[in-house]
């Protein structure tokens, strides 16, 4: 009896370490595998927008984002600045953080190096939509017609948003 209480201690000690491993080191920094796995924690320290997001540009890797509301969960997102706003680009596939802001929950806190901001998004259609993306695919190194990756769609079809500061 007491073997089988040590068995179900130990088995929620271990929940609990897995779980605040999980809460402090994610999310990961890839696209697969537990890459795909959100983080709680956003981090960085609650900044004043600046008067020009381009300070920004020379920081490489990707951008840690937080969408208000439930589940509040924090992903990483690439990126480039321009001054009064951040561009960002997502599959056309129905992902979930694309979907939430179309569907009205456009606010967020965005963590670029040290400094999270309180920001808003909206969808880039039409033709500003390649102007950004192409803005976009050039911090990234591609061009419009390229896929990020095998079995992805060219960019020029992806979904553009810009992020500004929360009015």
Do not use: C
């Given at each position: 009896m007491a073997?089988?209480?040590n068995?179900?201690i130990?088995a929620?000690?271990?929940?609990?370490?897995?779980l605040?491993?999980?809460?402090?080191?994610?999310?990961?920094l890839?696209?697969q595998?537990?890459?795909?796995?959100?983080?709680?924690?956003?981090?960085g320290?609650?900044?004043?927008?600046?008067?020009?997001f381009?300070?920004?540009?020379?920081?490489?890797?990707?951008?840690k984002?937080?969408?208000?509301?439930?589940?509040?969960?924090v992903?990483?997102?690439?990126w480039?600045?321009?001054?009064?706003?951040?561009?960002?680009a997502?599959?056309p596939?129905?992902?979930?953080?694309?979907?939430r802001?179309?569907a009205?929950?456009?606010?967020?806190?965005?963590r670029l190096?040290?400094?999270t901001?309180k920001m808003?998004a909206?969808?880039?259609t039409g033709?500003q939509q390649?102007?950004?993306?192409?803005q976009?695919?050039?911090?990234s190194?591609?061009?419009?017609?390229?896929?990020l990756?095998?079995?992805?769609?060219?960019?020029r079809?992806?979904?553009?948003y810009?992020?500004?500061?929360?009015?």
């Amino acid at each position: 009896m007491a073997s089988l209480k040590n068995i179900f201690i130990a088995a929620g000690v271990l929940i609990v370490l897995v779980l605040f491993g999980w809460v402090f080191t994610a999310p990961y920094l890839s696209n697969q595998g537990l890459g795909r796995t959100p983080g709680l924690i956003i981090g960085g320290t609650l900044s004043e927008a600046p008067a020009d997001f381009t300070i920004h540009n020379d920081h490489e890797g990707p951008m840690k984002f937080k969408l208000e509301g439930f589940p509040s969960l924090v992903n990483y997102l690439s990126w480039v600045a321009t001054e009064n706003g951040i561009i960002t680009a997502t599959r056309p596939d129905g992902g979930y953080w694309g979907e939430r802001v179309k569907a009205g929950g456009n606010k967020a806190w965005l963590r670029l190096e040290d400094s999270t901001y309180k920001m808003q998004a909206v969808q880039i259609t039409g033709p500003q939509q390649l102007v950004m993306m192409e803005q976009w695919a050039a911090k990234s190194g591609r061009t419009l017609d390229e896929p990020l990756y095998n079995g992805s769609e060219p960019l020029r079809e992806w979904e553009v948003y810009y992020w500004t500061p929360e009015q």
